[in-house]
């Protein structure tokens, strides 16, 4: 697999409740590791809401075991988690794969069978290619409006474009 190929994502969805377990099943993935900012809730939403609980309700139920994967660092990713009741990796780094390799033993599911559900393709997108994990993208939330952000976003389109 080539770099550029390695940044496309393997399915593109409006929201994260648009990954349902009929989805995941029919794709043969038994784990989702979940981004939390901006793929879950916007940087300023503290705590997880009904809607996150019901959705990951529905992927529990199926089969499908879940954890949080983010850069961000403790406080927050532990909160959700909490809150939630998944186990959750903070500070990750990624598109490094370390802690993602920590959540799948955790969650005793290998590579092949997980995929990364986020919103960034250098981060997420990378990270799940480096493990050969499926990479499911949603668009941001609620993005950062900073230089470096728009910056990012703008090299980013030509490989959400090639996705399906």
């Not at 393997?10 to 939390?36: C, M, N, Q, W």
């Not at 033993?105 to 799940?128: E, H, K, S, Y």
Request: glycine share 6%.
């Amino acid at each position: 697999m080539s770099f550029f190929s390695s940044l496309v994502p393997d399915r593109k969805f409006e929201k994260y409740s648009d990954v349902t377990p009929e989805f995941l099943a029919s794709e043969g993935i038994s784990a989702l590791l979940i981004d939390i900012d901006n793929t879950l809730a916007p940087y300023e939403q503290a705590e997880p809401d009904d809607t996150h609980f019901g959705w990951l309700k529905r992927l529990r139920e199926s089969g499908v075991s879940c954890a949080l994967i983010s850069n961000n660092k403790p406080p927050r990713v532990e909160r959700f988690a909490r809150e939630l009741g998944i186990p959750a990796y903070a500070d990750c780094k990624k598109p490094k794969t370390e802690f993602l390799r920590r959540a799948l033993a955790g969650l005793g599911v290998p590579p092949w069978r997980a995929a990364i559900l986020g919103d960034q393709i250098f981060t997420d997108c990378l990270a799940a290619r480096r493990l050969g994990m499926k990479a499911y993208i949603v668009p941001p939330i609620k993005d950062k409006k900073t230089l470096f952000f728009r910056f990012k976003r703008l090299l980013e389109k030509p490989f959400l474009r090639a996705g399906k």
